[in-house]
């Protein structure tokens, strides 16, 4: 197992039920970002190459994790276990998280003050 720090911005119960073609899915979806220790994962970043950002990260968890998400917008010590994906690759997933600290998302201070 891998810990990584998170930034979690959504979380949401998922409860479909068993149908012809396929089996009930309950649980939990996360959407996240890779946080780092201090937020250097999400720092601005514009690329020459035309790449520029983070992409997110989502992850489906047993519905006994929706308890343990205690605040959206939020920063979470995700754990993580290497899967291997429909495609027959490689996948980090989301197994856990454990909640450190509240977020808030607000625009970067333009060095201008408030009017």
């Excluded at 930034?7 to 780092?36: I, N, P, Q, W």
């Excluded at 992409?55 to 968890?61: E, V």
């Excluded at 929706?66 to 899967?83: A, C, N, Q, R, W």
Aim: net charge negative; no cysteine.
């Amino acid at each position: 197992m891998n810990k990584f720090r998170i930034f979690l911005y959504y979380s949401g119960l998922v409860d479909m039920k068993a149908t012809e073609t396929r089996d009930a899915v309950k649980g939990v979806s996360m959407e996240f970002l890779f946080y780092g220790e201090h937020g250097e994962q999400v720092e601005p970043t514009v690329s020459a190459d035309g790449v520029s950002g983070t992409r997110r990260g989502k992850s489906f968890l047993s519905e006994d994790k929706l308890h343990k998400v205690s605040y959206v917008p939020g920063i979470y010590d995700g754990t993580f276990e290497m899967t291997v994906g429909s495609d027959g690759k490689p996948v980090l997933k989301l197994v856990d998280v454990d909640f450190v600290d509240a977020a808030v998302i607000s625009p970067k201070d333009s060095g201008k003050g408030a009017k």
